[in-house]
């Protein structure tokens, strides 16, 4: 087998049987559950800043599984075979990325439902929310990725990711969000910050990769 057709395999099992999957799932589901207690069942108001909680969310539940990423391949020296077998790092970063994403990007799009309706957001609203997530999710999964790589090995890695992370995710959440609102061109934005995410965190994190190996 493609040994980065492998990763993408690997990375998918590791989702599905881990609990990789169910805890961001969960805990987005959770901040669309507890924000309606915080600012009341006012229903206008919740449909007018549910997408922009559905962002916040969404980065906040793809920081979670950041650790496991790439420290434990690095541990269990599985990136060493791989590139005694003459795998490029930055395929290695690109197919993880590709398994992290079908690990927890359809499941998201599939929670991001019931969240709509725990937040009073118009049915009409809901595919504008949907669409701008399936573009912009990828652009967190490559970003979780690179963000794995850099703090592998690192003492206090969980705290040291949202550190690199969020920064880096804000123009994903605030084109996210502007293209839920109707702010002309933010879609198109959010695409292309996106595509720059997916086009340059391969190359990142192969980086990190091999300076964590020498």
Known sequence: MNPLLAIILREL???WTSGGLMLPVAFFLLVAILFPFAVG??????????????WAAALLAALLPVERLVAPDAENGLLDQLAVRGVPDAGVAAAKIAGHWLGFGPALLAATVIAGALLRIDEGALPAILIALAIGTPGLAALGVATGALVAGLRGAGALAGLVML???????????????????????????SLLLLAGCPFVAGAAIRMGRS
């Open 167 to 193: 920064p880096f995710a804000v123009p994903l959440l605030i084109f996210g969000a502007g293209s839920v609102d109707g702010t002309p061109g933010a879609l198109k934005l959010l695409a292309a910050v």
């Open 13 to 15: 099992r590791r989702s």
């Open 41 to 54: 069942p006012d229903g206008k108001l919740l449909a007018r800043v549910g997408g922009g909680v559905i």
